[in-house]
């Protein structure tokens, strides 16, 4: 079992930052043969997107219209995954989830175990 934490969300200028982290409690994901942990987002009135992922087995995934402004890492010791946001757009607000995969290394959501409940990003113009 693993559970979720995200924290970090907030209101933004359009042009500004934030970093959002997700605290996985259980088993320390990088220890699984195959895992993948992704950010995901939706917007009001819109389904939820990939917006950035890594994996066991491959570079960071990122969407199209965050290339250059967003960064994922994580820091194994303390299970933790970050997402760097910078240059924020108004078109980025949504409620940001962390997600994680211990079965495969694929960045689907369809892939994905387990879910935090989300963490709300507003950008303003």
């Known amino acids: 079992q693993v559970q979720l934490v995200e924290s970090g969300g907030g209101l933004v200028q359009a042009g500004g930052s934030l970093r959002l982290s997700c605290a996985a409690s259980?088993?320390?994901?990088?220890?699984?043969?195959?895992?993948?942990i992704g950010w995901f987002r939706q917007a009001p009135g819109k389904e939820r997107e990939g917006v950035s992922c890594?994996?066991?087995?491959?570079?960071?995934y990122y969407v199209d219209s965050v290339k250059g402004r967003f960064t994922i890492s994580s820091d194994n010791a303390k299970n933790m995954v970050y997402l760097q946001m910078n240059s924020l757009k108004p078109e980025d607000t949504a409620e940001y989830y962390c997600?994680?995969?211990?079965?495969?290394?694929?960045?689907?959501?369809?892939?994905?175990?387990?879910w935090g409940k989300g963490t709300l990003v507003t950008v303003s113009s």
């Open positions: 259980g088993r320390t994901f990088s220890t699984f043969s195959r895992y993948a």
């Open positions: 997600a994680v995969s211990i079965s495969t290394s694929v960045c689907e959501e369809y892939a994905m175990d387990y």
């Open positions: 890594i994996s066991n087995d491959g570079r960071p």
